[in-house]
C-alpha cells in the first residue's frame, strides 16, 4: 500500500483541488494524509467519502516553521511556537510531522528545530521526501535517523495530478491509528519520484530504503 502524508484541497485556499478529485484517485489499498493549512474541513469531508483512507491532519505555522498534526480532531491555532505546537498535537493523541522541514524558503522549522522538537521527544515523523523538496532530504534522513524519529514522504500535492508524487510503501496498515501508522513507516520504503504533473500517480516500484 501507499502512504502519502502531505495532501491539499481547496481549504488550504490555495490549492484548486476538490475533494471529489481526490476521491477518483486514491487506490483501494492508499492511504492520503489531507493536511489543508489551518482547516480539517477537506480533510472531514474526504473521509465521509473514503472511510478508513483518510488521515485528518492540519498543516500550521507555528511562527518557527511549519508542523503538521495528523489524527486530529481539532483545529490547532497558528503562531504559538513550535513547543507548545507539538504539544497541542499531542494532547489531542495526534501525530507531530515536520514537513519540507529544512526548506526554509517554505517554513521548515530547520535543522535547530529539528533538535529542539526531537530532544523535547515532540517529534514523531520527519518528511525526508517531499516532491517540492529533492535537494535537501538526505540531511533530514540523517537527523531522523540520529533522533530515532520515523521517517515520511508527502507529495505536497496542490493539484489532483500531483498527488503520489513522492510516498511511503509498505504492507497493510495493522489499524488507521498513530501506532498503526507509526508501525508503517518503520517497516516501509520511501518513494521519490518529484513532481511531474504529466504522471498519474504510479504503482509503487521500490530501489532501496
Not at 529539528?114 to 530532544?119: G, I, N, P, Q, Y
Request: aromatic residues 2%; neutral net charge.
Amino acid at each position: 500500500m501507499r502512504l502519502d502524508l502531505h495532501v491539499h484541497t481547496y481549504a488550504s485556499g490555495d490549492s484548486t483541488t476538490s475533494v471529489e478529485e481526490l476521491a477518483a484517485l486514491v487506490g483501494p489499498d492508499d492511504v492520503v494524509a489531507v493536511t489543508d493549512h489551518h482547516s480539517l474541513r477537506g480533510a472531514l469531508e474526504l473521509r465521509a467519502i473514503l472511510s478508513g483512507r483518510v488521515i485528518v491532519g492540519e498543516e500550521i505555522d507555528t511562527g518557527q516553521g511549519e508542523l503538521i498534526g495528523l489524527f486530529l480532531a481539532q483545529r490547532v491555532a497558528r503562531g504559538l511556537g513550535l513547543l507548545a505546537t507539538a504539544n497541542l498535537i499531542r494532547r489531542q493523541g495526534g501525530l507531530v510531522v515536520a514537513p519540507h522541514p529544512l526548506d526554509e524558503r517554505r517554513r521548515g522549522v530547520g535543522e535547530g528545530g529539528l533538535v529542539r522538537l526531537a530532544e523535547a521527544r515532540l517529534l514523531d515523523v520527519v518528511e525526508v521526501a517531499n516532491a517540492k523538496q529533492p535537494s535537501r532530504d538526505e540531511r533530514a534522513r540523517e537527523i531522523a535517523a540520529r533522533y530515532g524519529v520515523a521517517m515520511g514522504a508527502g507529495s505536497d500535492a496542490h493539484v489532483p495530478a500531483a498527488l503520489g508524487s513522492s510516498y511511503v510503501v509498505t504492507d497493510r496498515l495493522s489499524a488507521l491509528s498513530p501506532r498503526g501508522l507509526l508501525d508503517a513507516l518503520w517497516r516501509g520504503c520511501v518513494v521519490h519520484r518529484h513532481c511531474d504533473p504529466t504522471r498519474p500517480w504510479p504503482r509503487p516500484v521500490v530501489r532501496g530504503s
